[in-house]
């Protein structure tokens, strides 16, 4: 079974420049997350969706910062201007459903660098 | 709101058994997970506690007690593939609250 499919597994730009990041979920799965990993604040919840609706964007470090889901197979994060703290691993996870109980699935993630 | 508290790093020798604790704080409970992460890698799930009690799987166990606001995951048999970060996270509302994480060295 195919899991969580991100793109790019690596992003190296400069500063200033738009970073779209890529994820295809699990079929079946109802809920998207995306997360954000550094060293210095861990495993940070972004937004997640709820059959393609986004349910909590209160992770969202700024305007910068938007998400997408189109259709039930597809999830963008779109960071416009990207900044060097934007450095990260960026990962996106599906699970069956909304409930806590549910596995969460993640990706390889996103290594991002803004240089 | 919710907060986790794992130990930074704990380190041990193959074969023997290591115990990663987590404690938590939360408005509402509803069960404990765990997830494991190696080092490049992505979180993968190991397992679910809603109620008290040990559940085991294979070489994994996790435990849960809701009175004390307290879990552990328990490695037997250790092997140095078990090197990795651990990560006990609650639900809050519809989402994932993780804790900060607890590095395993495991030395041959």
């Known amino acids: 079974d195919a899991g969580v499919i991100q793109s790019p597994r690596h992003e190296v730009t400069e500063m200033g420049q738009e970073v779209t990041l890529r994820c295809k979920p699990i079929?079946?799965?109802?809920?998207l997350f995306w997360y954000r990993q550094t060293m210095m604040r861990g495993l940070e919840l972004l937004i997640y969706?709820?059959?393609?609706?986004?349910?909590?964007d209160s992770g969202m470090p700024e305007d910068r910062f938007s998400a997408k889901m189109p259709n039930a197979s597809f999830s963008t994060l779109k960071i416009q201007p990207s900044e060097p703290r934007d450095s990260a691993v960026y990962f996106c996870?599906?699970?069956?459903?909304?409930?806590?109980?549910?596995?969460?699935?993640f990706g390889d993630g996103t290594r991002l660098s803004i240089l | 709101g919710q907060s986790l508290e794992q130990p930074s790093e704990v380190t041990a020798v193959e074969g023997a058994i290591v115990q990663i604790n987590c404690t938590y704080q939360t408005s509402g409970f509803y069960g404990l997970s765990w997830y494991q992460q190696h080092d490049g890698g992505a979180p993968t799930f190991l397992s679910y506690n809603a109620l008290d009690g040990l559940e085991e799987t294979g070489r994994f166990s996790s435990f849960l007690s809701r009175s004390d606001s307290y879990g552990y995951l328990l490695l037997q048999e250790l092997q140095m593939k078990d090197s990795a970060s651990y990560f006990c996270a609650v639900p809050y509302t519809d989402k994932l609250i993780f804790g900060t994480g607890t590095r395993l060295q495991v030395f041959p």
């Open positions: 996870a599906s699970s069956l459903g909304p409930n806590s109980n549910q596995p969460q699935h």
């Open positions: 969706f709820n059959n393609n609706v986004p349910i909590d």
């Open positions: 079929s079946g799965h109802n809920s």
